[in-house]
């Protein structure tokens, strides 16, 4: 479970826990004048000590249910639980000195279920039903009995239809609540969950176009600098004697590379709105995309292991590739690289249904606080980074089904594992991208 839906598990059980301890201060108030009213007014022969003790007791946990509530610790939905019980204990204690099943205050067991049909799980709510069954039914035989409430025949005779009938209705309508309540809860949890994670997907591709946009107007803008460079690199070259002549054919070479990428930006975008793409090799495919990081990377030491033939490897496997996947691939090789150029090791694995890339690098790793926000936009713990590599990756492989873990690995430095489903071309048209 992530940390904002914990969070927001804990704000819900803490605004459960106060309409509860508003509803305890209300019960109480509501028992208190009625222990007034037939002990001063109309006296009924209620044992009033007794039921004093047990509204003093019931009052310090709604003030003790107040205060948690202003609490810093989170309240989790097995304490809610708890707090059901505990209500469910002392409206015993009340009903058990006050005529018992007769007392016409029973039906009140059907508030804490139906509460828990409405906030917890399923299985906590069946629980709380069933302790509501056996102290409805530990009543009817076991209570101090009050004369003016009582039936007409006797409850310990077993045979008064109106106590059985009324046990029966509650069963029936508390099996209701149980079932029915805590299903369509669930449901609508389900539809509130879908809905944000619609916002956030919606929010996530807005967030992509807005740094699409700023990327085609920086390559448009980046078009003439590199064209500059290149004409003084070749300038340079053309002398004779040039003590640096290394450095420059390297200059010269990361400005090719430079103006490659961005002649295959404009390809990838115009791929991208057309449906023309075409099944590729797997082997090749990424034997390509390897060259082309190595290629990037010219100090770069990678360890890069193919797999081999087997009954689970077809080496022949072809697929179809978005554009988009090969530049967060790179992006995702690039930071590997960028921990620990001297030491990166590939694992490509594949079969019928997915393709596994395993990237490991050897630098310092990251603290586990960095790795809860690892992918956000603007998180980085480069001096020089953007912070978007990642975000950006991630958002375009989930597009695709694919899934990242990134974790640190036994020994130092970070552990990446992609897996992408190779069903790609149906993927694409059922998304419309």
């Known amino acids: 479970m992530s940390i904002g839906v914990t969070s927001q598990s804990s704000l819900s059980a803490r605004n459960n826990l106060r309409d509860l301890s508003i509803i305890r201060v209300s019960l109480i108030c509501v028992q208190a004048l009625a222990l007034v009213a037939f002990s001063q007014f109309y006296r009924i022969g209620l044992p009033v000590e007794a039921l004093c003790w047990v509204l003093s007791g019931y009052s310090i946990v709604a003030v003790f249910s107040w205060q948690r509530?202003?609490?810093?610790?989170?309240?989790?939905?097995?304490?809610?639980?708890?707090?059901?019980?505990v209500d469910m204990f002392f409206f015993s204690l009340l009903l058990y000195f006050s005529g018992g099943a007769s007392n016409p205050f029973i039906s009140y067991y059907l508030i804490p279920i139906s509460i828990s049909a409405i906030t917890l799980p399923r299985r906590?709510?069946?629980?709380?039903?069933?302790?509501?069954?056996?102290?409805?039914?530990?009543?009817?035989?076991?209570?101090?009995?009050?004369?003016?409430?009582?039936?007409?025949?006797?409850?310990?005779?077993?045979?008064?239809?109106?106590?059985?009938?009324?046990?029966?209705?509650?069963g029936v309508s508390a099996a209701i609540i149980t079932y029915f309540v805590s299903r369509m809860s669930l449901q609508l949890k389900s539809h509130q969950l879908e809905i944000a994670e619609q916002r956030e997907a919606q929010l996530r591709s807005d967030q992509i176009l807005a740094v699409g946009t700023l990327a085609a107007g920086t390559a448009h803008e980046l078009g003439t600098p590199l064209n500059t460079m290149k004409i003084l690199v070749d300038e340079i070259l053309e002398r004779p004697e040039l003590p640096e002549r290394d450095d420059m054919?390297?200059?010269?070479?990361?400005?090719?590379?430079?103006?490659?990428?961005?002649?295959?930006?404009?390809?990838?975008?115009?791929?991208?709105?057309?449906?023309?793409?075409?099944?590729?090799?797997?082997?090749?495919?990424?034997?390509?995309?390897?060259?082309?990081w190595q290629l990037m990377r010219p100090n770069l030491k990678a360890n890069i292991h193919f797999p081999q033939a087997s009954a689970t490897?077809?080496?022949?496997?072809?697929?179809?590739?978005?554009?988009?996947?090969?530049?967060?691939?790179?992006?995702?090789?690039?930071?590997?690289?960028?921990?620990?150029?001297?030491?990166?090791?590939?694992?490509?694995?594949?079969?019928?249904?997915?393709?596994?890339?395993?990237?490991?690098?050897?630098?310092?790793?990251?603290?586990?606080?960095?790795?809860?926000?690892?992918?956000?936009?603007?998180?980085?713990?480069?001096?020089?980074?953007?912070?978007?590599?990642?975000?950006?990756?991630?958002a375009t492989l989930n597009r695709f089904g694919a899934s990242i873990r990134v974790q640190n690995a036994a020994g130092g430095g970070l552990l990446t594992e992609i897996v992408l489903p190779l069903s790609n071309t149906a993927m694409r048209r059922e998304k419309g991208l």
């Open 124 to 170: 906590s709510t069946l629980l709380v039903t069933v302790v509501g069954l056996m102290a409805y039914s530990i009543l009817l035989q076991h209570y101090v009995e009050i004369a003016a409430i009582a039936p007409s025949v006797e409850l310990h005779s077993g045979n008064n239809l109106h106590i059985t009938g009324m046990w029966v209705n509650f």
């Open 249 to 292: 054919l390297l200059l010269h070479a990361q400005i090719e590379q430079c103006k490659t990428t961005l002649k295959q930006l404009i390809c990838t975008a115009e791929q991208s709105q057309s449906d023309a793409l075409q099944a590729q090799r797997l082997e090749l495919y990424f034997q390509q995309l390897f060259e082309r």
């Open 313 to 394: 490897t077809q080496m022949d496997q072809v697929a179809v590739f978005d554009p988009t996947i090969a530049q967060s691939l790179l992006n995702i090789l690039n930071n590997a690289a960028d921990a620990n150029p001297l030491n990166v090791e590939v694992t490509l694995r594949w079969s019928v249904r997915e393709v596994q890339l395993s990237i490991r690098d050897h630098g310092p790793g990251l603290a586990p606080h960095n790795l809860e926000s690892l992918g956000d936009p603007f998180v980085t713990d480069k001096a020089d980074g953007l912070g978007l590599g990642l975000f950006l990756s991630r």
């Open 69 to 85: 509530t202003r609490q810093v610790k989170p309240i989790t939905d097995f304490e809610f639980f708890l707090h059901l019980l």
